[in-house]
């Protein structure tokens, strides 16, 4: 059976946009004079369509259950950015240390064997952020560790064993 890890916990603060977006432009429909209240709900859904794309990936991972990180026997998958790499595809695994504006992060990293190839399979929308972490992180897949809902040496042993195993068969 497949180790999965989902997005932690964002989906209150998802829903708090939604709802001060909402309340905001509410307000300003009912204390502006002339004001449109049809105009003011139009505007009202357009933003909270904009905030819902915006936040699709904690939305799938929260409410629809799509995992973040699947692995398996054949691989490791990244659902939500469209990823899927056999092991064979894969450098290394690693979780590092960083420090990031005063504070201190860990990164959950998969070093392909081909970044571009990675590139190329990540939706359109997530490339630049895949470039922005290929420079940063040195790999397009880089996660901040307390983005799961597993603890992160549970991620990383799970996909470090697997990774592990397939190369011991390998060779």
Known sequence: MPYVARLRGALPAVLGKFAA?????????????GSSALLFSVINVLLLLFIAAFSSQVILSAVFRVPAIRIGPDGIGFPLIGVALPWGEISAIDDEERTSDGSDLTVFRVIPADDEAVLRQMHFWLRPRGRENLARYGTPIAFIGEAFD??????VFAAQHDL???RAQAA
């Open 21 to 33: 977006v909402s309340i905001g432009l509410w307000i300003l429909s009912a204390t502006m004079p």
């Open 164 to 166: 592990e195993r397939f």
């Open 150 to 155: 597993q603890p992160l040496h549970h991620v």
